[in-house]
């Protein structure tokens, strides 16, 4: 398994299970800056403009497929994704589908216990921004952990 392309996480696995994301430093952009978690002491987490964008300890995949999107663009939805979905327990799966015919991309959240919802992204309305596309993730899943 070789390095992934600059700027793109890489999940990290724990006895075969991912276990979160992990950032290299060789493979962190620059304007993200990359701590320790105070409160755990050992989980890492990257922020950006003081927003937290990846933490260990979820379990989340994100996917994209034909949106015709720059790498960067790529790596921020699914880094704004992930943050939407770090206090939600049980393994993520996101998937994102663009369509040559059309403007449109299909989302699909799968979770736990047969969670399971679809989403049209209309680019024509803005959807296609990823701080959008991470409000719309944060309202379609059930609440956060207390």
Partial sequence: MGHPQLG????R????RAG?????????????????????GG?????AGGAVIFLGGMAVSVEMHHTGCVPVVRSEIA???EHALVDRPGDWRVSI????????????????N??????SLEGAA??????????LVARMVPGRMS
């Fill in 8 to 11: 793109f996480p890489r999940l």
């Fill in 13 to 16: 696995f724990v006895t075969g």
């Fill in 20 to 40: 979160g994301i992990t950032i290299g430093p060789d493979h962190t952009p620059s304007w993200v800056t990359v701590l320790q978690n105070p409160r755990t």
């Fill in 43 to 47: 989980a890492w987490f990257a922020g």
């Fill in 79 to 81: 880094a704004i994704v």
């Fill in 97 to 112: 589908v663009g369509s040559q015919a059309n403007d449109r991309w299909e989302m699909k959240i799968t979770g736990p």
């Fill in 114 to 119: 047969a969670f399971e919802r679809s989403y």
């Fill in 126 to 135: 803005g959807e296609h921004e990823p701080h959008v596309i991470g409000k």
